[in-house]
C-alpha cells in the first residue's frame, strides 16, 4: 500500500509569493495533519484535518490556511511568504482523529525554500 | 503543552543495546507517552507509545517508571539503520489531535 504522499518535494519561491502544497493520506485515513521542519529543530504543528473540518490549529500566522477534500487529501497554502517560511513541510494522516492512541504515518515532507 | 527533556546526544556501539532516557516531570493522568524517530531526509516515524505498563513492539521496548515521570527507549540491538533523531513526546489521551516535539536526541551508532 502506498504510504503518506506529498508533492512537490522541493520547490523555490521568492519572498511575498505564495505556495499551495499537497498531501495523500494513507487509504482510509480520514485524519491529516501538517507540520513545519525548521532546519535542525523538531516539527512544529500547523493544522489537523479530520472529516474535512480543521480540529486544531498551531500557533501560525494567519498567511497559513489549509483544507481538506472529500477524497482527504489536504492542500496547505502560504501567502505572503517570508525568508522564515523556509523548511521542510510534513503531512501525517492518521486513521482517528481527535483520541491520541494511534500512530501518525508521515509523508518525505516537500521542501520550500524561499529567497 | 507538557514538556519533555532528552539528552542532545548519545552514542552507542553496533549490536550493542541503547538506552534513550526522556524526562516529563509534569505529564498528566491522560497523557501518553509516544516515541518517533526521524532519519536522515524523511519524515519522523512513530516507534512505539505507551500509558503506564512497559510496552514491546518489533522495533523496540519502553520501560516507563511507576510515578510515570521518566520513560526509557530501549533498542535492544542498535544497528546502523537506528542511527537517527529520537523524539520522546507527551499526547494527551483524549484530545491529543497534535504532536508537540521537541529538539530530540540524536542517536549515533558506530560500527
Known amino acids: 500500500d502506498a504510504g503518506v504522499t506529498q508533492s512537490p518535494t522541493h520547490l523555490i519561491k521568492t519572498r511575498g509569493q505564495q505556495v499551495t502544497l499537497r498531501c495523500s493520506p494513507i487509504?482510509?485515513?480520514?485524519?491529516v495533519s501538517w507540520y513545519q521542519q525548521v532546519l535542525g529543530q523538531g516539527p512544529q504543528f500547523i493544522f489537523q484535518?479530520?472529516?474535512?473540518?480543521?480540529?486544531g490549529r498551531g500557533n501560525f500566522p494567519d498567511r497559513f490556511s489549509a483544507r481538506q477534500f472529500p477524497n482527504y487529501s489536504s492542500e496547505l497554502n502560504v501567502n505572503a511568504l517570508l525568508l522564515g517560511d523556509s523548511a521542510l513541510y510534513l503531512c501525517?494522516?492518521?486513521?482517528?482523529?481527535?483520541?491520541?492512541?494511534?500512530?501518525?504515518?508521515f509523508g518525505e515532507g516537500s521542501r520550500l525554500t524561499v529567497l | 503543552d507538557a514538556k519533555t527533556t532528552q539528552p542532545n546526544s548519545m552514542e552507542s556501539n553496533e549490536e550493542e543495546p541503547v538506552h534513550l532516557p526522556c524526562n516529563h516531570s509534569?505529564?498528566?493522568?491522560?497523557?501518553?507517552i509516544h516515541w518517533y524517530r526521524q532519519l536522515p531526509s524523511q519524515g519522523p516515524e512513530y516507534v512505539i507509545h505507551?500509558?503506564?505498563s512497559n510496552v514491546n513492539n518489533r522495533m523496540a521496548s519502553l520501560a516507563i517508571a511507576e510515578d510515570r515521570k521518566s520513560s526509557t527507549l530501549i533498542l535492544h540491538r542498535a544497528t546502523l539503520r537506528d542511527a537517527a533523531v529520537y523524539y520522546c513526546?507527551?499526547?494527551?489521551?483524549?484530545?491529543?489531535?497534535?504532536?508537540?516535539f521537541g529538539a530530540g536526541t540524536i542517536l549515533r551508532v558506530k560500527s
Open positions: 484535518y479530520y472529516e474535512k473540518e480543521e480540529r
Open positions: 501525517a494522516s492518521s486513521f482517528e482523529g481527535a483520541r491520541a492512541t494511534g500512530e501518525l504515518f
Open positions: 505507551g500509558l503506564t
Open positions: 513526546i507527551l499526547r494527551d489521551g483524549e484530545y491529543g489531535n497534535k504532536l508537540v
Open positions: 509534569t505529564i498528566s493522568g491522560t497523557d501518553y
Open positions: 487509504s482510509g485515513h480520514k485524519s
